[in-house]
């Protein structure tokens, strides 16, 4: 994370704590710095402020639109054999309580495997199991709305929703965008946005607070809010995208999927397989003992993760990795 979200979050903390919490000024002070944090947001995804909900994690957002949607017993839901339990769980839950229908297929196939009764497709742009990234141009062209799970896409490579095709995508703040753990966003597209029923309404979520028991309901995508951000998380995400633009925000995304690209090369030059993967910024790896390979380049000062279920050791490599950090990596590995 980046030292000066930190320094951030501490300023808006202390702040809080020397002038309190319950005045207008300060709830004016976060409802802009808030603005400012969705106008931002909405910029990475080449949207507009009225089409991003400010979520606590991928998840939320999730469940934001397969809660949403006006889903019925038998409607299929189509996923992929590579999906983090983060987006399975919601849709577990859809086919609990609503009688949905969830077929899964092979991450590569989704875009072949719609059928007239799919009601949604939910799927990951990017795997985290193996970096792969979908297909999205074909998926575009589908009938059924399209969900990206975007946990391993937004921050860590470009992301334009037009081009996309998608109709909703969810994303988390801490992981390519350095943000809080507890941080999170979703893009509706404005089309869509009639199609969602907010799942938990509150404050935030209407035009009219006076006429709460109306819920007449802010315009935009802001209805889908999960409540109000803390203000230490927003000074803290801010912060965060300040630094990653320093540079140029497209150098960031370029330069993390170059680096990955060029670690899966070190890789299998030291006879490791690689897992089949895309343009991401993720790299995995067959091993005997993932997690005994994880705790083990941890010793050597690597931090990577086992994936448990699967044979893979999984690198995430941001803009910010040097090379020679690339190449200690790819030596550890292959001094097993």
């Known amino acids: 994370m980046p030292r000066a979200a930190v320094e951030a979050a501490e300023r808006e903390l202390l702040t809080e704590l020397e002038e309190g919490r319950a005045s207008k000024a300060q709830f004016d002070r976060l409802m802009a710095m808030g603005d400012e944090l969705r106008e931002r947001i909405a910029a990475l995804f080449a949207a507009s402020p009225g089409e991003i909900a400010l979520t606590g994690a991928t998840t939320d957002g999730v469940n934001a639109v397969v809660g949403g949607l006006d889903l019925q017993a038998g409607d299929e839901i189509l996923t992929t054999n590579e999906e983090h339990p983060g987006l399975l769980a919601p849709l577990a839950s859809a086919r609990e309580r609503r009688g949905v229908e969830i077929r899964v297929v092979p991450f590569d196939e989704i875009a072949d495997e719609v059928r007239p009764d799919t009601r949604l497709v939910a799927c990951s742009h990017v795997s985290w199991r193996t970096g792969r990234v979908v297909d999205t141009a074909a998926l575009a062209s589908c009938s059924a709305p399209v969900l990206l799970d975007g946990a ?72 889908f809010d999960a409540g109000m951000p803390p203000g230490h998380h927003v000074a803290w995400a801010l912060a965060a995208l300040d630094t990653l633009e320093a540079p140029d925000f497209d150098v960031v995304l370029e330069r993390g999927p170059a680096l990955a690209g060029r670690l899966a090369e070190l890789l299998a030059a030291r006879g490791l397989t690689v897992a089949p993967r895309g343009t991401s910024t993720l790299v995995s790896w067959e091993t005997a003992d993932p997690a005994g390979e994880a705790l083990r380049l941890l010793d050597a000062g690597y931090l990577v993760r086992n994936l448990p279920g699967t044979p893979y050791v999984r690198a995430s490599v941001g803009a910010w990795t040097t090379e020679d950090e690339l190449k200690g990596l790819a030596d550890a590995v292959g001094a097993t």
């Open 152 to 223: 391993q896409g937004l921050g860590a490579m470009l992301v334009n929703v037009s081009a996309l095709g998608c109709d909703f995508y969810a994303a988390s703040g801490q992981k390519w965008l350095c943000g809080p753990i507890g941080s999170g966003y979703l893009y509706v597209k404005a089309a869509r946005i009639p199609d969602l029923a907010p799942l938990a309404p509150g404050y935030g979520s209407l035009s009219d607070p006076l006429h709460a028991l109306d819920l007449p309901l802010r315009e935009g995508a802001g209805r």
